[in-house]
T-cell receptor, first 116, second 117 residues
Framework: AQKVTQAQTEISVVEKEDVTLDCVYE???????LFWYKQPPSGELVFLIR??????QNEISGRYSWNFQKSTSSFNFTITASQVVDSAVYFCALSVPDTGRRALTFGSGTRLQVQP | GAVVSQHPSRVICKSGTSVKIECRSL??????MFWYRQFPKKSLMLMAT?????????EQGVEKDKFLINHASLTLSTLTVTSAHPEDSSFYIC?????????????FGPGTRLTVL
């Protein structure tokens, strides 16, 4: 079975601070995909990144960066110089294609509040 | 990018009525669509996997007779909440996996907020 843990339920920062959202996953499969989604108050999920299990390179996209560490089964997400518009719930998710279960297993989400 | 629509975006109904939610892939074909449910301030939980032309696969604890899923074409899946009750009030989100997909791509719809009075 797969599991995704986001231990931080809610984080509050002041604008321009850096913030890291933690994600720890569990799976016995060697082939899997990890995702991060942003869910603003409107409810619509906004895709941020997908990473496959064979690519441990860290990725940077503007103010966003992701640190994938297989050794610790973590896929952490950092927002640099946070902005009020970053306020949302962020979900980490996992899919394991080889099991035929292609649906995403989501973590419980981290609510980020960026104060002006 | 690929677009998935859901209709309606918001629905309020009386207890005991049935509500149909549509999920459409607008610019791609999808053999597989997924239905998720999200309670307020909670995570998304998979309800069922909908496969075109065959019966849906329901997750443990999800009543198949209550949540009827039909995937009649490669671009449309419907979820019907039968005899809805207040505890069915939730945010329902679908996602679609392209027929020619790679990297386990899924595209999510904008969600449907159901309120049962």
């Amino acid at each position: 079975a797969q599991k995704v843990t986001q231990a931080q339920t809610e984080i509050s920062v002041v604008e321009k601070e850096d913030v890291t959202l933690d994600c720890v996953y569990e799976t016995r499969d060697t082939t899997y995909y990890l995702f991060w989604y942003k869910q603003p108050p409107s409810g619509e999920l906004v895709f941020l990144i997908r990473r496959n299990s064979f690519d441990e390179q860290n990725e940077i996209s503007g103010r966003y960066s992701w640190n994938f560490q297989k050794s610790t089964s973590s896929f952490n997400f950092t927002i640099t110089a946070s902005q009020v518009v970053d306020s949302a719930v962020y979900f980490c998710a996992l899919s394991v294609p080889d099991t035929g279960r292609r649906a995403l297993t989501f973590g419980s989400g981290t609510r980020l509040q960026v104060q002006p | 990018g690929a677009v998935v629509s859901q209709h309606p975006s918001r629905v309020i109904c009386k207890s005991g009525t049935s509500v149909k939610i549509e999920c459409r892939s607008l610019d791609f074909q999808a053999t597989t669509m997924f239905w998720y449910r999200q309670f307020p301030k909670k995570s998304l939980m998979l309800m069922a996997t909908s496969n075109e032309g065959s019966k849906a696969t329901y997750e443990q604890g999800v009543e198949k007779d209550k949540f009827l899923i039909n995937h009649a074409s490669l671009t449309l899946s419907t979820l019907t909440v039968t005899s809805a009750h207040p505890e069915d009030s939730s945010f329902y989100i679908c996602s679609a996996r392209p027929l020619a997909g790679g990297k386990d791509t899924q595209y999510f719809g904008p969600g449907t907020r159901l309120t049962v009075l």
